[in-house]
């Protein structure tokens, strides 16, 4: 994990597994925010996989920034963890977009749900 500070914004770069191994790493960035920032943006380039307690990792992070009053934009989905979405919230076949669908608060919850019956 990477964190860079760039005006009023924070850039969190992940790097390699996104797992059950992540969630207090995750968690521990947020204390990195500082006063002036208003954006959090989550690189998810360097990103090779991801599991469904990565994703719940995720999914908390996300909530706990927008609880600090942070816009957070997740960014450079890779193939595996937008499958991993997609077998997680049901939707078959290859391109489902799920990168981009995870912008919208209600696939986020449907995603959470559905997370936390395959962890």
Known sequence: MEIQHCGSSMLLSIIGQLDDSAG???????????IQERDLLVDLHAVTTMDAEGLLHLLDLHRHAEQM??????AGWQTQPQQCMATIAGIPGPRTMTGER??????????????????
């Open 102 to 119: 995870y912008a919208l608060p209600g696939f986020r919850r449907l995603l959470k749900e559905k997370a936390l019956q395959h962890s």
């Open 24 to 34: 207090e790493v995750l968690q521990r960035a947020l204390g990195h925010v500082t």
């Open 69 to 74: 009053r942070l816009r957070v934009r997740v």
